[in-house]
């Protein structure tokens, strides 16, 4: 099993720039890929980014510009570095690890509010 736990949510203002961190602890050697969804209010969950083991990075049309995913390895960390937020950027962010033979793990969400 493995276990995700997001931080660095809060409230900024249009323009401005969060940056979410996910820290995963138990079987980390059967992570392959990492990212994060997020979820507006009233909305269904859809991907934003991803990163795999081997470094590839991937974005949703939606962030691709303005978000940077990052990982190390060393750490078991995965940060969304979030630039340039807009209001429709506003909703609870949530990291996920793809696991060899177990699936997808899931963090608790963490919530960016992006006020106009």
């Known amino acids: 099993q493995v276990q995700l736990v997001e931080s660095g949510g809060g409230l900024v203002q249009a323009g401005g720039s969060l940056r979410l961190s996910c820290a995963a602890s138990g079987s980390v050697s059967r992570i392959n890929a990492m990212g994060w969804y997020r979820q507006a209010p009233g909305k269904q969950r859809e991907w934003a980014a991803l990163?795999?083991?081997?470094?590839?990075?991937n974005y949703a049309d939606s962030v691709k510009g303005r978000f940077t995913i990052s990982r190390d390895n060393a750490k078991n960390t995965v940060d969304l570095q979030m630039n340039s937020l807009k209001p429709d950027d506003t909703g609870v962010y949530y990291c996920?690890?793809?696991?060899?033979?177990?699936?997808?793990?899931w963090g608790q969400g963490t919530q960016v509010t992006v006020s106009s």
């Open positions: 996920f690890a793809n696991v060899v033979m177990n699936g997808r793990s």
């Open positions: 990163t795999t083991s081997g470094g590839i990075t």
